[in-house]
């Protein structure tokens, strides 16, 4: 009777238990440790001389120029892509959102670069962006205008990881919003034809409040993908010239085997800035998004 009575109020909790061991075991302990990490001075070679220095390595974080050379760094990376990519992914599914044979193909075209690993994205980009013998230089002397030291100057190297992001990064989120488009019942569409409605306002009025929770889910996911970004950084720049693309993970990265307590501590940092972000994104957005 005992175990009949307790079984109901158990279940629920039993059914979670796995998903919340992963959690605690892949999210909530690597945090803490991490944590614990940046309070400390660490050895990898010697962990008996790993000595407790409380936040130090934060104090020295903030006063490093090259830290916010790095943040600074990924601040400008993070928006351009963000922005880029959504109003690109935007125009591209609204051009492809008629059911079409020929938009189907084109779809899975653009999509592909999605399925690709971001190193041979990142080694290809690489050989057409080359000074001498690349690919763009060679289509920008062809129509008259002088080449570019693509990833060889400070000034344009940030630039050229960005267009690199963009284009791997379209393909999916323009089906994600083509998806959403065709979602929306016609029915809305004849009702607002029958008024005369302009195609601007049945976009504003109509297409962008309905998949707004789809363009919510992409600005939260791309901004943290954004800030983690490393493997094109480290393939393509290795986070120069000068730390022009010296981002916040490639900066931990950097540290790691150095100085790993003050890696952790940029890495507590980048997770704040990232809560952060995330946190004022639910708090201004959150409520502007229209839910069917």
């Known amino acids: 009777m005992v175990r009949e009575r307790m079984w109901p109020l158990l279940r629920p909790y039993v059914m979670i238990a796995p998903a919340m061991l992963g959690i605690l075991v892949f999210v909530i ?36 120029a090259d830290f916010y050379k790095s943040l600074t760094n990924t601040l400008i990376y993070t928006v351009c892509v963000v922005v880029l990519t959504m109003l690109i992914s935007l125009l591209i599914a609204l051009w492809l959102s008629k059911k079409s044979k020929i938009n189907s193909i084109v ?39 002088p080449p570019l ?35 929306i019942p016609p029915s809305i569409y004849e009702a607002a034809a029958l008024d005369n409605a302009s195609k601007w306002k049945v976009l504003t009025r109509i297409t962008l409040p309905i998949i707004s929770p789809q363009l919510f889910f992409i600005l939260v996911i791309m901004t943290i993908g954004s800030f983690k970004v490393f493997d094109t950084v480290q393939v393509m720049t290795g986070g120069g010239p000068n730390n022009a693309t010296n981002t916040l993970v490639y900066y931990i990265y950097t540290y790691r085997t150095t100085n790993l307590g003050y890696s952790a501590a940029s890495g507590v940092v980048l997770m704040a800035v990232i809560g952060l972000l995330t946190f004022i994104y639910f708090r201004l957005l959150a409520k502007k998004v229209h839910y069917q």
Not at 118 to 132: D, F, G, K, R
């Open 29 to 64: 302990y690597p945090v803490g440790y991490l944590i614990y990490l940046s309070m400390y001075k660490y050895n990898l070679m010697n962990r008996a001389k790993s000595t407790f220095i409380g936040l130090d390595n934060f104090t020295q974080l903030f006063t490093r």
């Open 107 to 145: 779809q899975a075209g653009i999509f592909t670069p999605h399925i690709v690993s971001i190193v041979s994205i990142s080694l290809v980009w690489l050989w057409m962006m080359e000074p001498n013998l690349g690919f763009l230089n060679y289509v920008l002397k062809a129509i008259g205008l």
């Open 149 to 183: 030291a693509w990833l060889q100057s400070s000034d344009t190297a940030m630039m050229s990881i960005i267009i690199v992001s963009v284009w791997g990064a379209i393909g999916y989120y323009v089906l994600i919003i083509v998806a959403a488009i065709h979602s």
